[in-house]
T-cell receptor
Framework: DTGVSQNPRHKITKRGQNVTFRCDPISEHNRLYWYRQTLGQGPEFLTYFQNEAQLEKSRLLSDRFSAERPKGSFSTLEIQRTEQGDSAMYLCASSIGSKNTEAFFGQGTRLTVV | DQQVKQNSPSLSVQEGRISILNCDYTNSMFDYFLWYKKYPAEGPTFLISISSIKDKNEDGRFTVFLNKSAKHLSLHIVPSQPGDSAVYFC????????????FGKGTTLSVSS
């Protein structure tokens, strides 16, 4: 399967714990995006990488959130000291470097903070 | 402030008829527009896109129309099929390569047989 892969698919954690999600983009895609989606909303942009460089961060990305993309391949999104409000679907997407191209999404990681 | 708006949360259509999903945007810097389809517990799947230099793009049963002066786009599905039942998201991107897609809240389409 050559699509965008996200792990884990589901994560239940206790409030205050740290969690880390992984995204493996399509291999030739140099752009990688993280989004968050809550019930009744569309995906909300969190952050974006071009290769290993994190080029843009949304104001939604609080200090408790950190994302990395070492070597410009897979990416991780870590949430420290999770809060109930962090419960959401976390989506990763990737695209190639041309201007008018679509982004391909993974199946997401569903986070539930209890 | 929502830059991409889908004002109809839901739409019900009979099989074989046309489905029309609407989307409005406020940012005049948007120049590339996309529609995604999403089933429960899955990520969004790309459906069709249109650049601002065009006013129509067609792909099989799916056609997207863009009215730049009205800052409005629509997705037409003809004929609608029960398998089209899903949430449809409109998304827009600014005119710099790599900028993030901004999504609307989605419209849930139900196609009955």
């Amino acid at each position: 399967d050559t699509g965008v892969s996200q792990n884990p698919r589901h994560k239940i954690t206790k409030r205050g714990q740290n969690v880390t999600f992984r995204c493996d983009p399509i291999s030739e895609h140099n752009r990688l995006y993280w989004y968050r989606q809550t019930l009744g909303q569309g995906p909300e942009f969190l952050t974006y990488f071009q290769n290993e460089a994190q080029l843009e961060k949304s104001r939604l990305l609080s200090d408790r959130f950190s994302a990395e993309r070492p070597k410009g391949s897979f990416s991780t999104l870590e949430i420290q000291r999770t809060e109930q409000g962090d419960s959401a679907m976390y989506l990763c997407a990737s695209s190639i470097g041309s201007k008018n191209t679509e982004a391909f999404f993974g199946q997401g990681t569903r986070l539930t903070v209890v | 402030d929502q830059q991409v708006k889908q004002n109809s949360p839901s739409l019900s259509v009979q099989e074989g008829r046309i489905s029309i999903l609407n989307c409005d945007y406020t940012n005049s810097m948007f120049d590339y527009f996309l529609w995604y389809k999403k089933y429960p517990a899955e990520g969004p799947t790309f459906l069709i896109s249109i650049s601002s230099i065009k006013d129509k793009n067609e792909d099989g049963r799916f056609t997207v129309f863009l009215n730049k002066s009205a800052k409005h786009l629509s997705l037409h599905i003809v004929p609608s099929q029960p398998g089209d039942s899903a949430v449809y998201f409109c998304a827009a991107r600014g005119n710099q390569a790599g900028t993030a897609l901004i999504f609307g809240k989605g419209t849930t389409l139900s196609v009955s047989s």
